[in-house]
Every structure is written in structure tokens, then in C-alpha cells.
């Protein structure tokens, strides 16, 4: 398979995905959020908790493994992966990312597979786990 064969399934696939989503009872919403020690801590993991009606307690409900950032100043993108609350990997994807000192602004592509509700955050890098967001989001 050539170079051109492989780059055109790179970008054919994820949008056949995105695609396919809806007909599989999910729905992508895109996330805006900001990392305000990416770099210093060494985020690796945005974790998305749903908080449940019935306990009014929040639940784990997938998150997003980062990858590298990549690209020249100015039109650097991310890399990322959506892992689904079963522990399944969605298809590699990219964002476009603004890098600030040490924080980075990325909107993401969150795929939600239950009903919409609301939402909070946490980061995850190799010492642990970050507390619960203050803020939450209506997804």
C-alpha cells in the first residue's frame, strides 16, 4: 500500500466513524477545555464524570488519552483518543490546540453513549488523579 493509499484511510476512516456514531446510539459533542498545567504536570488523561439523577453522585463516563502535540507555533494540533466507559478506544483524532506558557486550550470531540446530563472533569497524569472540576457542562 502506498504512502497516498495510507494517508487517504487516515483520513477517511475517522470521518466513516463519525458517521457511523449516531447509527450506534452516541452522539459527539464538541468539548472546549483548558489545561492550565498541561506541561508541568504532564496531563495524559482527561476524565469525563456524569453525574447520575439517581445518587447525585458523579460517575466516570469515558475520557480522552492525550497523545503529542505536534506542528509549527502558531498551528500546533493534539492528538487524542476517546476511550468509552467500557474501556474501548475510539479512532486517533486531532484538534487544533493553542499553547499558552504552561496551559493549553483544546476543543475535543467527546462521544456520549448515555442520555445528556451533566458533567465534570478531572485530569489523570502518572502521580494521579486531579479533583473533580468546579465547572460543570450540559452534554
Given at each position: 500500500m502506498g504512502r497516498f493509499e495510507r494517508a487517504r484511510i487516515r483520513v477517511v476512516l475517522p470521518l466513516l466513524c463519525l458517521l457511523l456514531l449516531p447509527l450506534a446510539g452516541c452522539e459527539v459533542k464538541p468539548v472546549k477545555v483548558q489545561l492550565p498545567t498541561f506541561f508541568s504536570t504532564g496531563v495524559e488523561e482527561l476524565w469525563f464524570w456524569r453525574l447520575d439523577e439517581s445518587t447525585q453522585e458523579y460517575v466516570r463516563s469515558g475520557h480522552v488519552r492525550?497523545?503529542?502535540?505536534?506542528?509549527?507555533?502558531?498551528?500546533?494540533?493534539?492528538?487524542?483518543?476517546?476511550?468509552?466507559?467500557?474501556?474501548?478506544?475510539?479512532?486517533?483524532?486531532?484538534?487544533?490546540?493553542?499553547?499558552?506558557?504552561?496551559?493549553i486550550l483544546v476543543e475535543l470531540q467527546f462521544t456520549r453513549w448515555q442520555n445528556?446530563?451533566?458533567?465534570?472533569?478531572?485530569?489523570?497524569?502518572?502521580?494521579?488523579?486531579?479533583?473533580?472540576?468546579?465547572?460543570?457542562?450540559?452534554?
Open positions: 492525550f497523545a503529542e502535540i505536534a506542528g509549527p507555533p502558531g498551528r500546533k494540533v493534539i492528538q487524542y483518543r476517546m476511550v468509552l466507559p467500557d474501556g474501548t478506544e475510539g479512532v486517533p483524532m486531532t484538534a487544533p490546540v493553542q499553547v499558552r506558557g504552561d496551559s445528556p446530563g451533566w458533567f465534570r472533569v478531572s485530569s489523570r497524569n502518572s502521580a494521579g488523579e486531579s479533583p473533580l472540576s468546579d465547572d460543570e457542562i450540559y452534554l
